[in-house]
Nanobody, 120 residues
Framework: QVQLVESGGGLVQAGESLRLSCAAS????????MDWYRQAPGNQRELVAS???????NYADSVKGRFTISRDNAKNTVYLQMNSLKPEDTAVYYC??????????????WGLGTQVTVSS
């Protein structure tokens, strides 16, 4: 029905950059907010960044100034540009969307996640 597929994760060294993408597909009428969460081993899942349909953004304090979230509404895609990566950014990154389906069902969907590993 609705799928969120992340891509762009990988292994990088501290100080390097990665760009994550998340494409939403299926029976989508519109998408309100799209977000990136992350979960490191032994930790709870935390919100990294969010963006509304109007382009308003919000960031966790730990990534402000280093990460940038953006979206392409025509492609139902959200991006996360991650610069100056640190070992503590290592986690599985999950895409999350608050959307309305073509059957007018409102709900939230999650992607399966993409691993980001930052070595020191």
């Amino acid at each position: 029905q609705v799928q969120l597929v992340e891509s762009g994760g990988g292994l990088v060294q501290a100080g390097e950059s990665l760009r994550l993408s998340c494409a939403a597909s299926g029976s989508i009428f519109n998408i309100n907010a799209m977000d990136w969460y992350r979960q490191a081993p032994g930790n709870q899942r935390e919100l990294v960044a969010s963006i509304t349909i109007g382009g308003n953004t919000n960031y966790a304090d730990s990534v402000k100034g280093r990460f940038t979230i953006s979206r392409d509404n025509a492609k139902n895609t959200v991006y996360l540009q991650m610069n100056s990566l640190k070992p503590e950014d290592t986690a599985v990154y999950y895409c999350h969307a608050d959307l309305l389906t073509t059957t007018l069902r409102r709900g939230v969907w999650w992607g399966l996640g993409t691993q980001v590993t930052v070595s020191s």
